[in-house]
Structures are given as structure tokens and as C-alpha cells.
């Protein structure tokens, strides 16, 4: 199905049943042996781990570079759909996108030290004969809609909760 | 090398040259055909795809599922990180963590409708023989210090630059 069959669909579909415009998505990890996690979403899996040098194995990307990896793909994909819904010729995306960590934050070595990124730049390059206007009203509408940039930019509450089993 | 050995290796590492405290990470996204991403993270790569229903051929996670998926794996590491630090015994962790999504949002047919996830839980089980405070004292350590939570909860300003390459 096209981007904007599928769109038509949707709205289509929450026209019937506007109970279905919020979707439940989820992720699960298993930490395996040390650092090496099993990540779980959907049919698809994901390895994540740390490098050698703080401790892991390698196995995977680590946390930081896959939130970093899920920006730099939600912009990409983001570019795709308003493309189509706007009518902009698009042929190429590449975005790269850096996150600055201050390793004293995460490993306790300072109390003010932060344990989050210090800064993230997002670096978006795109191919296409239309002009600049066009880019710049699709760059628009691509951060007004792009639901991991809103991961990073707004505060968002986490409910949280722990159950701990025993296995002695 | 061990977690502890590790963080002791980058405590002295530190105290000689604190200049290298903040690492640099990076994500780079290639918009390939649809929806399809191929995203590059140091010698790592990942697919990013939407999901058929929204016009993609699901060859990977979607965006906010590896978003998602970056939490828990973060969680879990944590986990590990800090029972190594504070000597508590960590038999198993489990991290799930969903997103709930408005879709009217994403694809722009409600203007009110937030496109990022508009609620996020986060249930962590831990296993292990010691007692009920000390998983707790562990649970405050990680959320304190896991670097993509901070990503989830705090609003963090991301520096944007679109370059364009006219391909006519």
C-alpha cells in the first residue's frame, strides 16, 4: 500500500472508529550475559550491548547510539510521508544525527555531571529539483510531526514500576 | 574487561585527561526505498521500516518501536551497571516498556493530536536473592543515571540544519 493509500485508509477507518487513533506500540529487553541485551518489538529483534571499553562485549549498538539511530530514522521516514502528503519530489535523505554523553554522569564518577545527552544536532540532507521554499515547507511540517523529535524536545513522564522476584 | 574495572579504567583515564569525559555518538539514517532505512551506528547497522498498514513493508522495527526499544535496553543495562557498583547480586532483568500513539497526529488529520507517544510505562522485573530495599536502592541509582530516560523525560533542544542538493 502507498504512503498515501494508507493515509486515505486511516482516516477513513478512524471516521468509522475514532477509538483506533491511539495505537500501543512495545519494546521489550532481556539483559543476557553481562551488558548484552535481547531487545523485542513486534516480529523484529534487536541486539544492543556496550563496547569493550566500558565493560560489554560489542554485540550490538548501545543504548545512546540507538535512540540517536531511532531519531536519525524517524526524521528519514518523516521526510518521506510529508513528501508524499505535500507533493515534493524527494530523491534522497541522509540524516545524521550526533548526541554529546558525559561518561562521568552515567558512571556515578560526578554528581553534576548529567547522565542524559548534553547536546544532539540533526544534520539533514535531501535531493530534489524542487526549490528551496519547498524543502524548507517540507522541513516544517517533518519537525512538527516527527514523534521522536518530540522524545527528544518535550518533557515526557515515564510511569514506572518494579516487581522483584526471588530466586534464592 | 569488567564493569567494575571498567569505570575504575575511566575514573584514572579521567583524572589525567578530564577533557575526554564527553564522547561523541553518532547515528546516521539513509532514506532507501518507501519507508525502508538503513541506519548506521559506529560498525552497527539497523533497518527501520513502517509497518504495511501505514504504506512500508515492515523489513524492520518502526521509529518509536526502536525508540522504545532503546529505553528498555538502557534500563536493563543500568540494571547491570549499578548492581556491579553497589555490590547488590542481579539474577535476571526484564524491561517492558510501551508507547501510546495517536496516529491523527503523525499523519497531520487532527491538528490538536500530539505526535509524540502520549503516554509511556515502563515495568521493570528484577530477580535475584537479596532483599526488597536493596533492588529499590538499585532501581533509584539507575533511574538517576540512565541516559535515555533523561532522553524521555527531560525537554532537551535538538540543533537542526537542513542542507539541500539540487538534483535536476
Redesign the interface.
Known sequence: ???????DA??AA?EKEPDR???????????EE??Q?A?Q??R?T?T?????????TGA???????????????????????AE?LGIRL????????????????????AD?????????????????EG?ER??EL?R?V??????????????????????????
Chains 1, 2 share one sequence.
Open positions: 500500500m502507498s504512503i498515501l493509500a494508507a493515509v486511516t482516516r478512524l487513533a491511539v495505537v500501543r506500540l512495545r519494546a521489550e529487553a532481556r539483559l553481562g551488558t541485551t531487545v518489538a513486534g523484529h534487536l544492543v550491548d556496550e563496547p569493550p571499553s566500558v565493560g560489554g550490538g549498538p548501545n543504548p545512546v547510539q540507538v535512540v540517536l539511530a531511532s531519531l536519525a530514522s524517524c526524521q528519514a521516514i518523516t521526510y518521506r510521508y510529508w502528503l530523491d534522497a535523505v541522509t540524516v545524521r544525527v550526533e548526541g554529546d554523553l558525559d561518561v562521568r554522569g552515567i558512571m556515578g564518577l560526578d555531571a548529567s547522565s542524559g545527552p548534553t547536546a544532539v544536532r540533526c544534520m539533514v540532507t535531501v535531493e530534489g529539483p528551496a524543502y524548507e522541513r511540517n519537525d512538527a510531526h516527527c514523534p521522536v523529535l518530540d522524545v527528544f524536545t518535550m518533557p515526557l513522564p515515564v510511569e514506572r514500576s518494579l516487581e522483584i522476584g526471588n530466586s534464592e
